[in-house]
């Protein structure tokens, strides 16, 4: 389910969800009550900390892609990884969250590598508890 709405949404196929307004499995079937509200408060985000712990991620930086997502992606697509750790939190995740189509998330994650800085990560870090409970906030 997850792969097919990937493969839909990176092709600008997959359309807004009506009920919700966001590119985002909403009611996906294979997660529990319990699951959803870990989704809906972000909680399910914690176990990365230990990603960054030993060094395989960054606090701030694009969000990691899973194989079979960046099988689809276009040439263009790969430079949102160039220079960077994959982070808990980023660019994209404070500014567009799931209300984002995926090439103006591509976009997003260029324009933090482009100009990456300590400053440009603290502000993210500093605006990401608030873009969480915004209605922007996780699914």
Same mark, same amino acid.
């Given at each position: 389910? +997850? ?10 196929? @997959?359309? =807004? ?8 499995? =909403?009611?996906?079937?294979? =997660? ?28 701030? @930086? ?12 276009d040439a263009w697509h790969k430079r949102r990884f160039l220079g960077v750790?994959?982070?808990?939190? @980023?660019?994209?995740? =404070? ?15 260029? +324009? ?24 922007? @906030?996780?699914?």
């Amino acid at each position: 389910l +997850h792969k097919q709405f990937m493969k839909d949404f990176i092709k600008n196929q @997959g359309s =807004v969800n009506s009920e919700t307004k966001i590119f985002k499995l =909403v009611k996906d079937p294979r =997660v529990t009550p319990i699951g959803r509200i870990l989704r809906k408060t972000s909680l399910d985000e914690i176990p990365q900390f230990f990603n960054v712990l030993f060094g395989d991620m960054s606090l701030v @930086g694009p969000r990691p892609a899973i194989p079979y997502e960046t099988e689809e992606y276009d040439a263009w697509h790969k430079r949102r990884f160039l220079g960077v750790k994959p982070g808990i939190t @980023g660019f994209w995740q =404070v500014y567009g969250r799931s209300t984002t189509a995926f090439d103006a998330m591509i976009r997003m994650d260029i +324009h933090y590598c482009r100009n990456w800085s300590p400053i440009m990560d603290l502000k993210l870090l500093l605006k990401t508890p608030f873009s969480l409970f915004t209605a922007k @906030g996780a699914y």
